[in-house]
């Protein structure tokens, strides 16, 4: 009987033992999640738009840039760099010195994360299934293996091809590469539809599991600032790369996606993958390499321009001494889109008065069509409301993020009601209501609190979550100095009067056209 019971528990050990075996079995199958069929050959998209279609053209225009470039001295091992990616007659001579420094590492392997410019997927990442990029310099290789065993990572990643379809933020840096690198690299590309620092921290941790950094190169493709004015664009732009400079991720996330961006990346997502694998990956420091706009690379349209910078991340390097052209800080901000007429201005009084009539009497806000182009840019503003010379509403957004007419009739309604300070306005009152409105500059970063001028900056102070914003007239209208400003600004942000004096306060200044009804008539 013993001897039976013994065979028996030996023989039920051999299956559980057999069984855990079977079940990781099935697990690493499950885990395995094959890729669909190959692409084959993928591209070009953008080849005769952003760069030229005509391989000597193209081959000649990059040397060209990487002849310009000067070759930066890292003292340490490259892990990647942050490489622009508009037009390359706008950002070419920019890109040109983040492929210095790939060429002088030697490697022929490169992992380009790029954004979405048209295709949003919460929580998505997506990468390339095919065996070729195509461009006109000739084919790259993509290491589909390595595709594969991201896509293995989880349902989080795709490869729906609808990402790569119109993009080309991966696209522009492959001629790049093929020209300072020579034939038989190897890429993987990958699109970041989603740019919230979640996704971009599950990314760095498959990145650096699937792609050893000792082997590969990764490549984030971002342009910065959009559309502010020279000397705006070029403080935005400083402010982005100090905190890269800083390897302040949470930061940068925040002021890059938040309500008020102070820190404009078109690529954020790919950026802050990259950051944190790099910071992942062991000590080390960014350098930037070159920094310049769309007006200083073509000389076009100093009002409205596009910021580029070129920026590598060295393991076990030193910080090098920051690139000439610290902006000083700029006296006068000049609002979205430029100075308005004083028809342009009574047309947008005209437009908050009907709008807020329209939403009291009749509950619904308006549809409006205008025909001057400056009204249709992109724009900033608050609308203030008074009765009887008393604040009876105020409402307004900071950030440009639709036409500057449909911004004001927007904030009008809502400073009718929906100031939480105030009931809303009734019909009875309309008639009574004095109209005030404030168009606003792109914020800019205040360094120096002596450039703060009473009656002509407005403030935005912010740490964390906690943010005030007060405009230019207050502290005129309220008779306050330099000083007691800056106070009552940290008071409206909800910390302690004295927080301007901490360092880890952020504060910004912004300017308004400032106009009311009696001065239009």
């Known amino acids: ?151 293995s990572q989880g349902d989080w990643v795709t490869a729906d091809t609808q990402f790569f379809s119109q993009e080309h933020a991966g696209e522009v840096q492959i001629p790049f590469l093929q020209t300072a690198m020579g034939d038989e690299i190897e890429i993987a590309l990958i699109v970041m539809p989603d740019p919230r620092l979640e996704v971009a921290q599950k990314l760095a941790a498959a990145l650096l599991k699937v792609f050893p950094p000792d082997q590969w190169l990764f490549i984030a493709s971002s342009d910065m600032s959009h559309y502010h004015s020279d000397a705006i664009a070029k403080q935005m732009d400083r402010n982005s790369l100090n905190l890269i400079e800083q390897m302040n991720i949470d930061q940068l996330s925040m002021e890059g996606s938040g309500p008020v961006r102070t820190a404009e990346l078109c690529g954020l997502g790919p950026v802050l993958a990259v950051m944190q694998a790099f910071k992942d990956s062991g000590s080390g420091v960014p350098v930037v390499l070159n920094a310049r706009n769309s007006f200083d690379t073509t000389g076009q349209n100093p009002d409205r321009v596009v910021g580029y910078g070129s920026v590598a991340f060295v393991l076990g390097g030193q910080a090098a001494a920051k690139p000439a052209g610290a902006e000083p800080e700029v006296e006068e901000l000049k609002p979205y889109g430029g100075d308005l007429s004083q028809n342009q201005k009574k047309a947008l009084m005209k437009i908050a008065r009907l709008s807020v009539e329209t939403y009291v009497k009749e509950n619904k806000i308006p549809e409006l069509s205008v025909t001057d182009p400056r009204l249709k840019e992109i724009g900033a503003a608050f609308v203030r409301l008074k009765k009887f010379g008393d604040l009876r509403g105020c409402i307004g957004h900071v950030l440009a993020q639709e036409p500057l007419y449909l911004c004001v009739r927007d904030v009008a309604c809502s400073a009718a009601k929906h100031d939480p300070r105030f009931p809303p306005v009734s019909k009875e009152e309309l008639k009574d209501l004095e109209y005030e409105i404030s168009v606003l500059s792109p914020l800019a970063p205040v360094r120096n609190l002596a450039i703060i001028k009473v009656g002509r900056d407005g403030l935005v102070m912010r740490m964390g979550p906690y943010q005030g914003l007060l405009l230019p007239q207050v502290p005129v209208e309220q008779g306050w100095d330099h000083d007691t ?16 004096h901490n360092p880890e306060v952020q504060i910004f200044r912004f300017q308004g056209l400032v106009f009311g009804e009696k001065e239009l008539k």
């Not at 000649?60 to 310009?68: A, I, N, R």
């Not at 990616?85 to 706008?90: E, N």
């Not at 400003?485 to 301007?500: P, R, V, Y």
């Open 1 to 151: 009987m013993k001897s039976k019971l013994r065979i028996f528990l030996a023989f039920s050990l051999v299956m559980i033992v057999f069984g855990s075996g079977c079940s990781k079995c099935k697990q690493e199958t499950a885990a395995a999640r094959p890729l669909p069929a190959s692409l084959g050959t993928y591209g070009p998209v953008v080849a005769g738009a952003f760069y030229p279609g005509d391989p000597a053209e193209l081959k000649t225009m990059v040397q060209s840039y990487l002849d310009q470039a000067s070759a930066p001295e890292l003292s340490g091992k490259l892990f990647g760099v942050m490489s622009p990616h508009a037009g390359y007659i706008f950002s070419g001579p920019v890109a040109a010195y983040a492929y210095k420094a790939l060429a002088a590492q030697g490697k022929k392997k490169f992992v380009i994360i790029a954004p979405s410019h048209h295709y949003p997927g919460a929580g998505l990442v997506a990468v390339l299934n095919a065996d070729y990029y195509q461009t006109p310099l000739g084919k790259v290789k993509i290491a589909r293996d390595k595709a594969q065993e991201l896509y």
């Open 485 to 500: 400003f800056l106070s009552h600004t940290c008071l409206k942000a909800g910390m302690s009067s004295d927080c301007w």
